[in-house]
Every structure is written in structure tokens, then in C-alpha cells.
T-cell receptor, first 110, second 114 residues
């Protein structure tokens, strides 16, 4: 099977930062996407990376290391409303099917 | 914001009953994906289409599900004989091209099989 792993929970404090980790072991790789999902809502696309290194997109940044099968999503200047589940998904070469992790539930405390 | 429409939002069926859900992709998006998200938040890819043609599907979908994306009509996913293990959130996503990396998700249909 395709393995995409994420920690279940993460807590952080308003105004600081949070790093959401993702490790993957898949039979193919055509990029990695990050989605935000709030309870009872659809996943919302945040970022896509296919090359190694850090991609800075302001509030959200993403890092990828293909040789290590590792990515993280970095949220800076956290706000309470950033509390949500964050899903990483590996995009497969065949028809761009996404294989998702189970998501990390981020709780931002005051 | 995603403009993918899914109906119904909630569906309750008994075991053995048919369960049908629909999806209208974003306008101009020819590629449609169906995923199943269970209570443990685990996603499973079910099937995808480009226009009316099936691109890829898993074994379970081949055997117990029927799906189509007719032209000028909503896409649909139907479970022929529902099982308790089918209780999940069914998410439809569309993409502007098969090479596109963004998938836009609808709000999902939450199926409960009693």
C-alpha cells in the first residue's frame, strides 16, 4: 500500500509557529500537496511542492526532502482560527490520484 | 473557494440498500475524483474520470460501486448494496486538467449505513 504518515495532534500558542510533519513511502511520486480541513467542511488546498527545499508562501511555508520522504507545513504568526486539521497528500504519477495522510489536528491556544 | 456541489449532504440507508450521491464539478473542470474519508480521517481513492471516461478505479469500486460522469449531467457514485463499513464521508473533487496539481473539493456526502 501507499504509506503517508502524520502525527495525530499538535498544540501551539497564538502568535508563535507550528510545524506539521509528514513522512511518506509510496510507489511513485509526482509532488506533495497540503490541505486544510475544518470539522464538517471540505479540504481546502494550501500548497503544492515537487522540488526539494523550502517554499515560502507567507503565513504557510512548505518544505520537501524527496530523498528522505519527508515534508512539513510551517505556519507562522499563529491565530486561533488556524486551528484545523492539516492533511498532506502525495500525488501519484498515474492520473494524479492523491494519497492522503490521516491529518494532524492543530490546536492553537491563546 | 471551491464551487464543487455535492448532494445530498447527508444520506442514511439500511444494509443492502442502494445509496446514490451526486457531484457537480466546477465549471470547466473535466477531471473528477471520488474519495472516501472514514471516521478515522483515512482517505481512500475510489475512482476518477476525465470527461465521461473512467481513468482509474480500485477493486472495491469495480465490484460494489457504480459511477458515471455523463455529459451535461451531474457525476454520480452509487453503492449497489450498502454495508456498515461504507459509512463515511464521500468527497468529490474536480481539477482543471489531468496534469493539474490542484484538486477542488466539495463539502461531501456523509453516508450512514444502519
Amino acid at each position: 500500500g501507499q504509506g503517508v504518515e502524520q502525527p495525530d495532534n499538535l498544540m501551539s500558542v497564538e502568535g508563535t509557529f507550528a510545524r506539521v510533519n509528514c513522512t511518506y513511502s509510496t510507489s511513485g511520486f509526482n509532488g506533495l500537496s497540503w490541505y486544510q480541513q475544518r470539522e464538517g467542511h471540505a479540504p481546502v488546498f494550501l500548497s503544492y511542492v515537487v522540488l526539494d527545499g523550502l517554499k515560502d508562501s507567507g503565513h504557510f511555508s512548505t518544505f520537501l526532502s524527496r530523498s528522505n520522504g519527508y515534508s512539513y507545513l510551517l505556519l507562522t504568526e499563529l491565530q486561533i482560527k488556524d486551528s484545523a486539521s492539516y492533511l498532506c497528500a502525495v500525488r501519484m504519477p498515474n492520473y494524479n490520484v492523491l494519497y492522503f495522510g490521516s491529518g494532524t489536528k492543530l490546536t492553537v491556544e491563546p | 473557494n471551491s464551487k464543487v456541489i455535492q448532494t445530498p449532504r447527508y444520506l442514511v440507508k439500511g444494509q443492502g440498500q442502494k445509496a446514490k450521491m451526486r457531484c457537480i464539478p466546477e465549471k470547466g473542470h473535466p477531471v473528477v475524483f471520488w474519495y472516501q474519508q472514514n471516521k478515522n480521517n483515512e482517505f481512500k481513492f475510489l475512482i476518477n474520470f476525465q470527461n465521461q471516461e473512467v481513468l482509474q478505479q480500485i477493486d472495491m469500486t469495480e465490484k460494489r460501486f457504480s459511477a458515471e460522469c455523463p455529459s451535461n449531467s451531474p457525476c454520480s457514485l452509487e453503492i449497489q448494496s450498502s454495508e456498515a463499513g461504507d459509512s463515511a464521508l464521500y468527497l468529490c473533487a474536480s481539477s482543471p486538467s489531468i496534469g493539474g496539481y490542484e484538486q477542488y473539493f466539495g463539502p461531501g456526502t456523509r453516508l450512514t449505513v444502519l
